[in-house]
């Protein structure tokens, strides 16, 4: 039998998410972060019913300078840039541009004749069979193209050598040396995360004919609003930018500026799908209000509201066979987000809302949309490795511990 969130008296009689003791619990959860040396600073914006219904930050954007984490912290959003991504593909959806189910090599035709690698041979080559059927546009969209980094078929070692996020690469650059590594499985056979949304990228401009960068920019950024989410950072925003730690068992040390926002304080040719954007609360809410909006944000339509649906429907038959998507509560995915399909089991699980889509990035930020509460949140931390605890202590703050 499935759990369900604690229920809390609403204040006003209003059937609220977010009242006065989910704030108080909200408050107390990100101080704990904080406190208890999980990160350095962490701040959050929660809208509900349209209304701005949380804001609040603690700790330190940048612990050396002692400059506080704020509402205007310029944050690292790692793979949060993919759904924006997604978006923009989406936009040449609805122009007609492709059909999901057609194969990716028609546009890219680098991706003709792949071959799927079954075994690493002692030579240290591979054994290779055909693909069963062409990559597909949708493959691309829901990690299920066969791109991978199978250690057990030297895969992983194969596309470090590879180079393929060389920043003075293009991402047609990108494309083609990745179409030149075999494929880990069977396109549709397995859910493995990746570079499929660099490619989704790369995929834009082919059928754009314009900078992936540039697209993105005008059909999504520029109508919600988002000037302050991009990939470089001028030198006037730099005071606001906040730093990224490391967390060991002892200890929270920072990673050196120069390592860390190397490729956001200079123009690089690459300009990925899947990471790279830096962004703020505010910003990144407008996207998520847009969503839950069904693709409306203040008169701006970015997307009609059968995308939207699409893009949140799970597209996966199963996710035994997923990695580690389990490991974000019971969902599945869509275009570019996880999708919950089913409540909490055990109060151990990812808390939320069926029918629920979010994602999150390599720094531990993380967004979702709930539409059956109307409700957008954002959670802004910056610390490595990626700490789904920080995740779940948080979905609990916002709609109560879940009961087993």
Sequence with gaps: MACQP????????????????????????LQSFVSE???????ALIFEKGKEAYFNAYGYADREAKIPMDRNTIVTIFSMTKPLTGTA?????EEGAFQLEEPLSKYAPEFSDMQVATELLDSGKWKLEPT?????????????????????????????AADLYNLNNTLKDMAQDLSQLPLGFQPGTRWEYGISVDVQAYLIEQ????????????????????????????????????????????SINRIPDEQSHAFNYAEWPMKPGGWGLTSTLDDYMKFAQMLVNEGT?????????ETVKLMATNHLPAVEDSLWLPGKGRVGFGIDFAVRTEEPQNS??????VGEFFWDGAGS???????????????FVQIFPFNGTIHKQFRDAVYGPIKD
């Design 297 to 305: 944000y203040r008169d701006n339509t970015i997307l009609q509201p």
């Design 37 to 43: 040396g999980m990160v350095v600073g962490a701040s």
């Design 6 to 29: 604690q229920t809390e008296t609403k204040e006003n009689n209003e059937n609220l998410v977010i009242d006065q003791v989910a704030k108080n619990r909200i408050d107390s959860t």
């Design 365 to 379: 930020t993380l967004f979702w949309v709930d539409p059956k509460n109307e409700l957008t949140a954002v959670l």
């Design 132 to 160: 069963t059927r062409p990559i597909s546009i949708a493959d691309i969209t829901r990690h299920s193209a066969g791109f991978s980094t199978r250690s057990d078929l030297g895969l992983d070692q194969a596309n470090t």
């Design 207 to 250: 059928l754009s004919g314009r900078p992936f960068d540039e697209y993105m920019q005008e059909t999504v950024l520029d109508p919600l609003g988002m000037s302050e989410t991009s990939f470089f950072v001028p030198e006037d925003r730099r005071q606001r930018m906040a730093a990224l730690y490391f967390k060991t068992d002892s």
């Design 89 to 93: 593909l989406m936009s040449l959806w």
């Design 348 to 353: 151990e699980e990812m808390n939320g809302t």
